[in-house]
Structures are given as structure tokens and as C-alpha cells.
């Protein structure tokens, strides 16, 4: 069962029509309708507020029946492959996109996937490079026949899978409005980004996110560090309530602050832990918020 089917499904089930779970919510209905004809997607505040007004788990939210995590159909596609027979560094670069789906998966190919509804020529339009040396490989995605990065954050999702066990340090950049991470265990993800949305979801490993944009971080696990580096600019990391964390403050002028039920709250880190929070930059702020097993905040 997708997003879609199963957030129309809940919401049927608990009487609510669509203007009326619009209203709880905060958002317009047309919103709602597009969650649930799979032609939108909730942002991360809005994924968390369905989830603790349902009671629901953000992870059971997001993944089908099966237990794996939901891909979307689209209409247009076009997929490149390459085999991976040892662990390497992978250095992709991606420019403009709407979305950046990474997640592990136990194959044995990098797989790059493009999809868009309102971008035909997929396959001419967009050319992926895949450079293999030695211990690492390159991933570049460039634009052709005219394609504006504009149309391309507008329209084009990309889906990336790395075989697990091959997965070591990661770098990535990319321009999107949403970075999500599923089910991947590595040495360590660099993410050089725009973005204001990102979700790690049961990542195993120490993440780095370099972006200047104010952000909104899900984390449904905790499993090493994540590090976010800004200037300017307020960003929020929400994590489960039972997360045990240091939290690490460095650079000029920034200043990380802690949020419980939505509310100012007294610091709830720990001083001695492998998993860590840290922010680095120059005026910029955090605010750590928790995340209830069942999606309370």
C-alpha cells in the first residue's frame, strides 16, 4: 500500500473528510487531494503532524505492506545501471531536482533512476555518467537539448540505490527541495546542498549536510553523528524521544536550543554518547525536537 492509498485509507476509517483533516492540519484541501491521488507529497512538519494526529509511525507511514519503502509511479522513466563488485567512494553530482530518494538495497548495481509525469524525453533530455577508478565511483547527471534546471526542480525525482554492501564513504550534491535516505549503512554521507527538507530514515552511519538554507531534519533512527553546517540560517532536527545524543555546538555566533510537545524545553542530550548532533558555521541556530515512538512530538 503506497502513502497515498494509506493515507486516505486512516483517513476514511476515522470519519474525517478531506476539508476537515485540511483544517487539522493547516493546509488546503487541494493539498490533501494530491497526497492521496499520489500527485504530491507532504513535506517533513506535515509527514510528523499526520503521524501524531493518527498515531501512526512515521516509518509504518512510509513503507508499504511488505515493509519496504514505497516507490512512486510515474509516467516517464529512464534507468542506468552498473555493476559494483567491491566497496568504493561514490561521488555523485546532480544539480536541480524536486526530489533525491538514496537508499541501500542488498544488489549488486548502482542504480540510478529518473522519473518525472510531465517530462517525456527522460532519456534524452538528462544523461547519466557513471565513472568507475579504481576504489571510486562517479555519478553525474547533466542536462541536454535545452533543459533548464528550473524545469528539472520543478519536475524530476531521482531515485538512487547503492548495494549495501558496497557502500563506503558517499558524497553528494545536489539542488532539491527534498533529500530523503532510506535503510542505509555506510562509512560516512556528505551531502553539498540546497534543500529544505531531509529525512534519514534507518541510515547507519555519520552524516554530513552542508546547506545555508533554514531546514526541517526527520530522523526516525540515531546511529552515529549528523553534523550540519550553515551560516545564516535556523534549522530544526527532530529525533525519536528515546534517542540517546551529545549534542556538539561549534563556530561563530550559533547556538542550539531543545523542543519538546512543541514547546521550549531544558536540554535533553547527554554528555557522553556515539551519537552525536553537532552544528558548525556562523550565525545560525538549531533547535533539537523529539519525536515520539508512535509519532508524537
Known amino acids: 500500500m503506497t502513502f497515498a492509498e494509506k493515507?486516505?485509507?486512516?483517513?476514511?476509517?476515522?470519519?474525517?473528510?478531506?476539508?476537515?483533516?485540511?483544517?487539522?492540519?493547516?493546509?488546503?484541501?487541494?493539498?490533501?487531494?494530491?497526497?492521496?491521488?499520489?500527485?504530491?507529497?507532504?513535506?517533513?512538519?506535515?509527514?510528523?503532524?499526520?503521524?501524531?494526529?493518527?498515531?501512526?509511525?512515521?516509518?509504518?507511514?512510509?513503507?508499504?505492506?511488505?515493509?519496504?519503502?514505497?516507490?512512486?509511479?510515474?509516467?516517464?522513466?529512464?534507468?542506468?545501471?552498473?555493476?559494483?563488485?567491491e566497496q568504493k567512494h561514490y561521488d555523485m553530482k546532480f544539480g536541480g531536482a524536486k526530489k533525491l530518494i538514496l537508499s541501500g538495497y542488498k544488489g549488486e548495481k548502482i542504480r540510478v533512476r529518473l522519473t518525472s509525469n510531465t517530462l517525456p524525453a527522460l532519456q534524452s533530455d538528462f544523461k547519466v555518467k557513471i565513472d568507475d577508478t579504481r576504489k571510486r565511483i562517479d555519478v553525474d547527471l547533466s542536462r541536454k537539448n535545452g533543459v533548464t534546471e528550473a524545469a528539472a526542480k520543478e519536475a524530476l525525482h531521482i531515485f538512487v540505490?547503492?548495494?549495501?554492501?558496497?557502500?563506503?564513504?558517499?558524497?553528494?550534491?545536489?539542488?532539491?527541495?527534498?533529500?530523503?535516505?532510506?535503510?542505509?549503512?555506510c562509512d560516512s554521507?556528505?551531502?553539498?546542498?540546497?534543500?529544505?527538507?531531509?529525512?534519514?530514515?534507518?541510515?547507519?552511519?555519520?552524516?554530513?549536510?552542508?546547506?545555508?538554507?533554514?531546514?526541517?531534519?526527520?530522523?526516525?533512527?540515531?546511529?552515529?553523528?549528523?553534523?550540519?553546517?550553515?551560516?545564516?540560517?535556523?534549522?530544526?532536527?527532530?529525533v525519536p524521544a528515546d534517542a540517546g545524543f551529545a549534542v556538539i555546538k561549534k563556530g561563530i555566533a550559533t547556538s542550539i536550543s531543545f523542543e519538546k510537545d512543541g514547546k521550549p524545553a531544558d536540554a535533553f542530550d547527554v554528555q557522553e554518547s556515539d551519537n552525536v548532533i553537532e552544528l558548525n558555521g556562523m550565525k545560525s541556530e538549531l533547535v533539537v525536537c523529539t519525536l515520539g515512538q508512535e509519532g508524537e512530538r
Open 189 to 238: 554521507i556528505e551531502f553539498d546542498a540546497k534543500t529544505f527538507n531531509v529525512v534519514l530514515d534507518e541510515v547507519i552511519g555519520n552524516v554530513e549536510i552542508n546547506c545555508n538554507l533554514d531546514m526541517n531534519i526527520l530522523c526516525t533512527s540515531l546511529n552515529g553523528a549528523v553534523e550540519i553546517n550553515q551560516i545564516s540560517a535556523t534549522s530544526r532536527i527532530t
Open 7 to 85: 493515507l486516505k485509507a486512516i483517513r476514511k476509517q476515522t470519519g474525517f473528510s478531506q476539508e476537515q483533516l485540511a483544517e487539522k492540519l493547516g493546509v488546503s484541501r487541494q493539498a490533501v487531494t494530491k497526497w492521496e491521488t499520489n500527485t504530491g507529497i507532504p513535506d517533513v512538519e506535515n509527514i510528523m503532524a499526520i503521524s501524531a494526529l493518527f498515531d501512526i509511525s512515521i516509518d509504518e507511514l512510509l513503507s508499504n505492506e511488505t515493509g519496504t519503502k514505497k516507490t512512486e509511479d510515474f509516467l516517464f522513466e529512464s534507468v542506468t545501471e552498473y555493476d559494483i563488485a
Open 161 to 185: 540505490q547503492i548495494p549495501s554492501p558496497y557502500a563506503g564513504k558517499i558524497e553528494c550534491g545536489v539542488n532539491a527541495e527534498a533529500i530523503e535516505v532510506h535503510d542505509l549503512e
